[in-house]
């Protein structure tokens, strides 16, 4: 069993910037692809970024050049720097880890709201 608390979400204006983190406990041994989903009402989950254990990124085409996604596997925590921010950033972020290619785990969520 492994527990993700994220942190770091709050009301930001349009082209601020904010930075997520998302810390892993519990059995964390073999821990694999750390991820960031986000939610905004009325709509489906959507991948954002997703990093591999060797720290190989991977983006969603509405946040490239804008998300930067990073881990400490020391902390065993994933981070989302987030700048340039839009309205459309708005929604709730959730942390995503997979531990030994089998076993998915997610956050409670962070919610992160951009606007004037």
């Known amino acids: 069993q492994v527990q993700l608390v994220e942190s770091g979400g709050g009301l930001v204006q349009p082209g601020g910037s904010l930075r997520l983190s998302c810390a892993a406990s519990g059995n964390i041994f073999s821990i694999d692809t750390m991820g960031w989903y986000r939610q905004a009402p009325g709509k489906e989950r959507e991948l954002v970024a997703v990093?591999?254990?060797?720290?190989?990124?991977d983006y969603a085409d509405s946040v490239k050049g804008r998300f930067t996604i990073s881990r400490d596997n020391a902390k065993n925590t994933v981070y989302l720097q987030i700048n340039n921010l839009k309205p459309e950033d708005t929604a709730v972020y959730y942390c995503?880890?997979?531990?030994?290619?089998?076993?998915?785990?997610w956050g409670q969520g962070t919610q992160v709201t951009v606007s004037s």
């Open positions: 990093v591999t254990s060797g720290g190989i990124p």
């Open positions: 995503n880890v997979r531990r030994g290619s089998h076993y998915y785990y």
